[in-house]
């Protein structure tokens, strides 16, 4: 069998990376903003308002995960998943989110759909301590056809300027404290309907594989968990020094963004259990290379600590019903370019 990879899928991880790179370039050349804070390339982006405070900003969307919610019709999760990629990458500087936006452009507008995903945004919202505050709904007949869609979210959180968690403070031998996920969340899924379909395994999405209490289909449209409590109850403890989400890019590429370009990490990939779903995509073919690279592998949000402080911090988001592991620590290294 031919090794798959997300580029053969058709996405490519490093010509994201250098389309960021682009972007950072023509901001360089950019009239700047005084109440910016920080640049491009964050989990969030930052402004100061005054009297101490900082709004952040994100937006993100579902990706090719909208493709298995038609091919399944489990629509209602594809909502949190909005929810979460924002409000999940927004918690990681210590803001608390306020509101949310939605955009859903489709070549025809299906009501039944529709009404299913927003209701997923709403619950969601409540769920991250924030509101739904407005959206936009957009039928494109001939940029989309009548079964196609896609979807967008923003988010927008406040927090005080002198609790921005941003990273910096993190030294070698600080801890990677890292919370599950929920299953692959909403990364890497054009990976995972290659490795499904023809080009991989071709297992019928209403299969239950040996050991499973779901299909298939039900499995990789679990929706995103939402980090928000656990984040903000963490911290609060004042003792979290770093926060990432595990999105695209993987374990590594996604922690490596907070942490000083001085130092490194390493990841003990032995010290969670790795949930099912991922095996079963490996054996379509993919390297275990790759497949740290695109997914979360179970673990979708980590916190970067110094050793004293791992306790307080395992209390804080088991309060939160989440049990935290260490997966890694700090590392000294070459300064990175």
Same mark, same amino acid.
């Given at each position: ?65 909208? $493709?298995?919610?038609?091919?399944? =019709?489990? /629509?209602?999760?594809? *909502?949190? !998943? +909005?929810?979460?990629?924002? &409000? ?47 959206? $936009?709904?957009?039928?494109?007949? =001939?940029? /989309?056809?009548?079964? *196609?869609? !896609? +979807?967008?979210?923003?988010? &927008? ?53 040996? =050991?499973?209490?779901?299909?298939? *289909? ?120």
């Amino acid at each position: 069998m031919a090794k798959l990879s997300y580029e053969k899928s058709g996405v490519s991880i490093s010509g994201g990376d250098a389309w960021v790179e682009t972007i950072k370039s023509l901001l360089s050349k950019a009239p700047k903003d005084s109440s910016c804070v920080g640049g491009v390339g964050g989990f969030a982006g930052l402004y100061r308002i005054g009297n101490g405070q900082c709004l952040a900003a994100c937006c993100d969307g579902v990706g090719t995960k909208l $493709e298995l919610g038609k091919a399944t =019709g489990l /629509y209602r999760g594809l *909502g949190q !998943d +909005l929810v979460a990629m924002n &409000v999940n990458d927004l918690v990681t500087v210590g803001a608390r989110p306020l509101f949310f936006l939605d955009y859903a452009a489709c070549g025809r507008l299906d009501e039944s759909i529709l009404k299913e995903i927003v209701q997923g945004v709403i619950s969601a919202c409540e769920e991250s301590l924030c509101t739904l505050l407005g959206g $936009e709904t957009a039928e494109m007949p =001939g940029v /989309y056809g009548p079964d *196609g869609f !896609d +979807l967008a979210g923003f988010s &927008v959180g406040i927090v005080d300027e002198d609790k921005i968690i941003d990273g910096s403070e993190i030294s070698e031998g600080d801890l990677l404290i890292g919370l599950s996920s929920s299953g692959i969340h909403s990364n890497g899924y054009s990976l995972v309907r290659s490795a499904l379909g023809k080009d991989g395994i071709d297992i019928p999405l209403d299969t239950v594989p040996e =050991g499973w209490d779901k299909t298939v *289909g039900e499995t990789v449209m679990t929706p995103t968990k939402l980090y928000v409590k656990a984040a903000l109850a963490a911290a609060a403890t004042g003792k979290v020094r770093g926060m990432a989400h595990i999105t695209g890019g993987g374990m590594y590429g996604n922690i490596i963004r907070i942490i000083p370009k001085h130092l490194d990490i390493a990841i003990d990939f032995g010290s969670w259990k790795r949930p099912a779903v991922f095996d079963l995509i490996q054996s379509a073919g993919i390297d275990e290379d790759e497949m740290r690279r695109v997914f979360n592998l179970g673990i979708g949000f980590v916190f970067a600590a110094h050793p004293d402080d791992l306790d307080e911090i395992k209390r804080a988001v088991s309060a939160c019903g989440e049990d935290a592991v260490v997966i890694g620590e700090v590392i000294k290294c070459v300064p990175r370019a």
